[in-house]
């Protein structure tokens, strides 16, 4: 199948060049001839010397641009480029005076070999065509070294974005299992439920996790287990206050990317404060954006909880490969709360 793709490919491109070198013919023959109004005597010519500008054309545009401008050695350009263009004339006047301008040619001019007017005439007239091919194949390597750097960036967007969702799921997990473990030593008849909410978010986490966006509701279902995990962890210690308002229905969003906010609230927050910790979190969804409000008690003695950790740092990472310039994200401290405030505008919606 390759093979015959680049065959295909290759004919194509044989293709192109013939029609080019079609119309390069047609084109100076029918324009000298209108202006000589000897249109026999210019397709003639054009054709003693259509071989010259053929090989005078691939010589620049397949030796000399690839080895000298494309590899950055410009003086070595500049000059070649100088010397293939003058022999180019000085071959170009030597075809036309052996067979046009010689004793009886076509023109029949009493012409000398080296004449300095015409070859410079010659060069002029005839030089813009290597430099439209020139032109061509640059534009052309443009082009592919554009779409070459984009995909790069592309593939390394996305190796980062899994590394970034990778950081995520040990994170999770160890915090999770600390809270599973705390709960068996104690033999609590809460570690069933624990292994089983876990179950489920384990599933979600390992078959979810990858894509690029899934359904909002499904991450509001995530953020759910993961509250009700925290809530058996910390029983009635803990002042947990959740609001969840609009329809996250027929709505997309990163997978993941709202536990780091919640993660964060119990980690700094609510773990360290061993007095009175609360926790209050908000989430707001309308067809524009979603707005995500969290506010925990911190204890400034203990921890400076201005400082983001590890998850809040990822998900600025991610918000910024995915959803750059679509996303508010503040955080602030005052009076023993710490807050977080998110927004994400444009939430894509099922077609």
Same mark, same amino acid.
């Given at each position: 199948? /390759?093979?015959?793709?680049?065959?295909?490919?290759?004919s194509?491109?044989?293709?192109y060049?013939?029609?080019?070198?079609?119309?390069?013919?047609? &084109?100076?023959?029918?324009?000298?001839?209108?202006?000589t109004? !000897?249109?026999?005597?210019e397709?003639?010519?054009?054709?003693?010397?259509?071989?010259? +500008?053929? $090989?005078?054309?691939?010589?620049?545009?397949?030796?000399?641009?690839?080895?000298? @401008?494309?590899?950055?050695k410009?003086?070595?350009?500049?000059?070649? $480029?100088?010397?293939?263009?003058?022999?180019?004339?000085? #071959?170009?006047?030597i075809?036309?005076?052996? =067979?046009?301008?010689?004793?009886?040619?076509?023109?029949?001019a009493?012409?000398?070999?080296?004449?300095?007017?015409?070859?410079? !005439?010659?060069?002029i007239?005839?030089?813009?065509?290597?430099?439209?091919?020139?032109?061509?194949?640059?534009?052309r +390597?443009?082009?592919?070294?554009?779409?070459?750097?984009r995909?790069?960036?592309?593939?390394? %967007?996305?190796?980062?974005?899994?590394? @970034?969702?990778?950081?995520?799921?040990?994170? &999770?997990? =160890?915090?999770?299992?600390?809270?599973?473990?705390?709960?068996?030593l104690?033999?609590?008849?809460?570690?069933?439920?624990?292994?089983?909410?876990?179950?489920g978010?384990?599933?979600?986490?390992?078959?979810?996790s !990858?894509? *690029?966006?899934?359904?909002?509701?499904?991450e509001?279902? =995530?953020?759910?287990?993961? @509250?009700?995990?925290?809530?058996?962890?910390?029983?009635?210690r803990?002042? %947990?206050?959740?609001?969840?308002?609009?329809?996250?229905?027929?709505?997309?969003? $990163?997978p993941?990317?709202?536990?780091? &906010?919640?993660?964060?609230?119990?980690?700094?927050? $609510?773990?360290k404060?061993?007095? *009175?910790?609360?926790? !209050?979190?908000?989430?707001?969804?309308t067809?524009?954006?979603?707005?995500?409000?969290?506010? *925990?008690?911190?204890?400034? +003695?203990?921890?400076?909880?201005?400082?983001?950790g590890?998850?809040?740092?990822?998900?600025?990472?991610?918000?910024?490969?995915?959803?750059?310039?679509?996303?508010? @994200? /503040? #955080?602030?401290?005052?009076d023993?709360?710490?807050?977080?405030? =998110?927004?994400? *505008?444009?939430?894509?919606?099922?077609?």
């Amino acid at each position: 199948m /390759n093979n015959t793709i680049r065959k295909s490919v290759s004919s194509t491109r044989i293709l192109y060049h013939i029609l080019f070198w079609i119309g390069v013919y047609l &084109f100076y023959s029918l324009t000298y001839g209108s202006y000589t109004g !000897n249109y026999y005597q210019e397709f003639l010519s054009s054709l003693y010397i259509l071989p010259v +500008r053929i $090989a005078a054309t691939y010589v620049f545009i397949y030796y000399i641009i690839p080895c000298f @401008l494309f590899e950055k050695k410009y003086i070595g350009f500049v000059i070649l $480029a100088l010397v293939h263009a003058i022999l180019f004339g000085i #071959t170009l006047w030597i075809v036309l005076w052996l =067979f046009v301008y010689c004793p009886g040619c076509i023109y029949e001019a009493d012409y000398p070999l080296f004449y300095l007017p015409k070859i410079f !005439n010659l060069i002029i007239s005839n030089y813009e065509i290597p430099a439209v091919a020139a032109v061509i194949i640059i534009t052309r +390597r443009w082009y592919t070294d554009q779409q070459v750097a984009r995909e790069l960036e592309k593939e390394k %967007l996305e190796a980062e974005l899994k590394y @970034l969702k990778s950081q995520i799921n040990p994170h &999770f997990l =160890f915090n999770t299992l600390n809270n599973l473990y705390s709960l068996t030593l104690k033999k609590s008849e809460k570690a069933p439920d624990v292994v089983l909410k876990l179950s489920g978010m384990l599933d979600y986490m390992l078959y979810h996790s !990858n894509e *690029n966006e899934v359904r909002l509701i499904e991450e509001i279902d =995530f953020i759910r287990a993961k @509250l009700e995990l925290e809530k058996i962890r910390y029983g009635r210690r803990l002042k %947990l206050k959740t609001e969840i308002v609009g329809d996250p229905e027929n709505k997309y969003i $990163a997978p993941l990317l709202l536990l780091p &906010f919640i993660e964060n609230c119990f980690k700094h927050g $609510a773990s360290k404060d061993e007095q *009175n910790p609360y926790i !209050n979190i908000s989430i707001r969804i309308t067809d524009n954006y979603l707005l995500l409000n969290v506010i *925990n008690s911190y204890s400034e +003695r203990l921890e400076d909880a201005s400082s983001e950790g590890i998850g809040l740092q990822n998900v600025r990472r991610r918000l910024e490969i995915q959803y750059k310039d679509r996303y508010e @994200l /503040n #955080t602030s401290k005052h009076d023993n709360m710490y807050e977080v405030s =998110f927004r994400l *505008n444009w939430l894509k919606k099922n077609s």
